[in-house]
């Protein structure tokens, strides 16, 4: 039978893995190997895709690519995991002291000092970090290497004192970030994007591999999820089989006691080679060890002890005997390649075409390995890749009999259990999914930001009396007075009312990100988004769109295909983000009153709903053919972090007030000059204001929103700002039009509706496009532009015309 | 005519917007000006 007809609750072992390419190679990497059991866990709402416990954590799949997974059915499955544990893990051993003073492979090779050391031993007694800054000019190198949502991005913060975001689901991390390592000149910590192993799947991991291969790290520090060591130890091996000396950080080993479980330090460091140190990120524990330990052998280069862990016993030694064959046989050629050997081989018997390509082969060379590669494959009973990965996972049981004692269901995969039986139910999901997204709108708009707003407003008018009144006071002159308080202080003014609802939008944002609930609505939506050619992944960048376009863009590169990414990218603009906010409630509050918020959640939907049909357009015209894979790991519900959570609001509202005294002000400084002289630098009255050169210029432009009813050159203006910056838009209205509350004097409410419905679908801000460029390439920021405008103004008409009619 | 408390505003003025000019596109060079992603894009998004 096959994966995809195993019932829920019903647990089975893995035959074979079906498929090809990189989407198999994908699933030996998470461990979905033969031999393995697996537990049908549930069905998403739509009964697609499947939620599997597999190696102890929980993996999502779609039935399709279930379905060419072959199990057999275990009936009465009482086995008790303790009893896989062998004796052997109660036997002590000493410390081996790897990456410590009296490393063993320094006095294995007669030395009792490292090669670097002065011949009298004089720095011998000396601590690392007096070392580490005696060598002034020697900047030692580290890359955080680890899987995804395992805590390297906490661990890089701990190391470096630095406040990158983290959050709680696959994928945060999107692109490399460096650091110095507190304490320690001369050093550079790199947090790399989550891999699975050195085969990437996604393009972010692609820069993880990338970084590692070219680069040349002094050292690698694999941050290893101690609740899951079996799964992460697959890459730590494919790690050091790179030769480059590597530490293993075990992260959460607090979570991993508390759970009455339990990691024999001394007996793992002896079996794998290179030094194990427990930590906790989090809690900042161990850490410092971890510091002198990576110090210690980026110094002195101290290479993994152990890089062949095929076994010669293992089914009569098949892959051990191809592995050391083929070494032998392509040495020559991965030296001159500059690939580590033992990690060519295991890449050339997977079939990875990229070392596969750089060791240049002869036709015979590639004949020879191949037939080697078909021998082993028959005398094992597996093809290459699972021989692989099945060598790779059998030396980690190995390990893992030895060393690992598991800890029993944590508390957090309890509450996540009993969480997930409504927030990802088959009949509640959905329905959970649309109660909370709407409880957030209303309060973000209406019950908590809508109402902070108007005190907020409150007292800037107050301010803005005060600051006329002194004005009076002080005889200022009354152009300058005008530039300050109907230009500069109207714009910035406006805009700055808006701080509450963007905060409160941000902290629901971040709260979805950190609890763990981003990844189970990728989940439930998967089927939803199949249906206009995209996977249940998309979903984070667009959420996170509602925040803001630029990160969301950036979100997109955990997306496995081209063709994915770039429909994302495309329907990012539709998500409403943060910064338009501002122009919904400056426009919709003086003609919608208390239903104001009703409008801006409306627009939301719309948008979405734009979204939507532009996505089965675009499916059924250029983005042809089927969505990526859904493949993806749940982690467990965690309480997000009051540091997290605060230091992310303080940087949306430092980044705000940043954009509001810099840009916006500039621009409301420029207009008001605009506005206020002509092209002879006259200054005007205000009776006089067509004269002015703003009033030129956009006028001339400005007929081709009279179809959408606001073809005004003030309007025009503001449109024109808004590509800078979308809160653009409110503060130049507020300085044209004198204020929010004249303009049921100058639109009607038809008019009102059609602007909202443009502004919510216009082009995004330079930031998105200048983003999309980067990611995609020119063409396709400008397509991004242009699309944006065109159906802006398709649907501003429609909407303008429809509602015309219905006599609104 | 410009008194002096109107001449010392505006010179504060222009000079503020001056420097918040420059702080903009400093800023926005070293990718963290832009509304959200706080330095994720590595510094060099082109955002400037």
Redesign the interface.
Known sequence: MTLDELHIGKKGIITTVGGDGALRQHFLDMGVIPGVEVKVEKYAPMGDPIQLRVRGYELTMRKADAAEIEVVDVMNHNQDESELIGDKRRMDIPHPRYGEEGDPRHTHTGGTHHPQETRHGENAVTTDQTRATNHKNQELTFALVGNQNCGKTTLFNQLTGAN??VGNFPGV?????DGQIRGYAHTRVTDLPGIYSLSPYTSEEVVSRRFILDEHPSCIINIVDATNVERNLYLTMQLMELNIPVVVALNMMDEVDSNGGTVRINRMEHLLGVPVIPVSAMKNEGVDELVRHALHIAKYQEKPARQDFCSASDHGGAVHRCMHAIMHFVEDHAEKAGIPVRFATSKLIEGDPLVTEALKLTENEQQTVHHIIRQMEEERGLDRSAAIADMRFSFIERVCQECVVKPRESKEQRRSRRMDKVLTGRWTALPTFMLIMGFIFWVTFEAVGGTLQDVMSEGIDQMSANLASLFHQ????PW?SS??LDG?WAGVGSVLTFIPIILCLFFFLSMLEDSGYMARIAFVTDSLLRKIGLSGRSIVPMLIGF?????SI?ATRTLPSERDRKLTIMLTPFMS???KIAIYGFIARPFFGDKAWMVMIGLYLLGICVGVAFAFLAKLLVFKGEAVPFVMELPCYRLPGRKNTLQLLW??CK??L??A???I??AT?VIWFLQHFDFHLNMLEDEQVEQSILAVISGAIAPIFTPLGFGDWQTTTALFTGFI?KENVCAIMEQVYGGAELLPQIFSRVTAISLLVFCLLYSP???AI??V??ELGKRWALRVVLNQCVIAWIVAWVVYTLVGFAGF | MMNVQSIILLVVVLLFAGIALYNYIHNNRRGGGCHGCRGQCGGCNGCS
């Open positions: 990158q975001h991390t999107v692109d490399r970030k002080w005889d200022i002159n300058v530039l300050i500069a925040g803001c376009s630029v990160p950036m983000c943060t910064a940087d949306k980044d705000f940043q954009k005294f810099t840009i002000f500039v400084l910056a801000c330079v930031a200048a983003t460029r980067r």
